[in-house]
C-alpha cells in the first residue's frame, strides 16, 4: 500500500515514495519505471507526511515508532542519516505510556501469515496471562502501524 510519493528533483531523479508493508511504513525509491524499487530505510517505526521542495533533495516527513512520538525529521541523500527538527511531544516520552509490539501468527486453515499490534498496559509490557481486548478491523486503509498514535480533541 503506498501512502505518498515525491518526485526527486522534478522527476528526473525518480521518485521516492513511502509504502505500507505489514505494520510499518518505510520509504522507497526509484529511479525509472524499469528499474528495482529500492527500499531505503530499515527502521521498526513509520515515515508519514512526506515532503520536498522543487529543484530539491531534501526531504522532510514525521517519524514515529510504538514508544516514540510523532516529530518533523529530515533528511538530504543519506537515508539512514535523519534529523529531529522538533520536539513538540517530549511530554509523551516523560510519561509511563503503553508499549506495543508487532505480533506475527500463521493461521492454521490456509497457512495465511497474520500481523498484528499487540499493546501492553504501562509497566506490563511482555507479561503473561494480562487480560486482552481485541479489536478487529480490515484493509489496509486502515490497518493499525508502528507509530505512536494519539487523539486529540478529547
Keep these: 500500500h503506498i501512502t505518498d510519493y515525491q518526485l526527486v528533483d522534478e522527476g528526473r531523479q ?4 513511502t509504502g505500507q508493508l505489514g505494520t510499518q511504513i518505510q520509504i522507497y ?7 528495482e ?3 531505503r530505510t530499515n527502521s521498526t517505526g513509520s515515515y508519514e507526511m512526506m515532503s520536498t521542495a522543487n529543484n530539491s533533495t531534501i526531504f522532510a516527513f514525521i517519524y514515529s515508532e510504538f514508544d ?5 525529521y529530515y533528511f538530504t541523500n543519506r537515508f ?3 534529523k529531529m527538527i522538533t520536539n513538540e511531544n517530549d511530554l509523551f516520552i516523560r510519561r509511563n505510556l503503553p508499549k506495543g509490539k508487532s505480533y506475527q501468527w500463521t493461521n492454521q ?18 507479561q503473561k496471562n494480562l487480560p486482552l481486548l481485541t479489536l478487529i478491523h480490515g484493509d489496509p486503509h486502515t ?3 508502528n507509530s505512536f498514535a494519539y487523539l486529540t480533541g478529547w
Excluded: C, H
Design 14 to 17: 525518480g521518485i521516492i515514495f
Design 29 to 35: 525509491s526509484q529511479m525509472r519505471l524499469e528499474n
Design 37 to 39: 524499487v529500492i527500499k
Design 68 to 72: 516514540l512520538p510523532q516529530e518533523v
Design 80 to 82: 539512514d542519516q535523519m
Design 109 to 126: 486453515e490456509d497457512q495465511t501469515q497474520i500481523e498484528g499490534i499487540l499493546l501492553y498496559p504501562p509497566n506490563q509490557f511482555e
Design 143 to 145: 490497518a493499525d502501524i
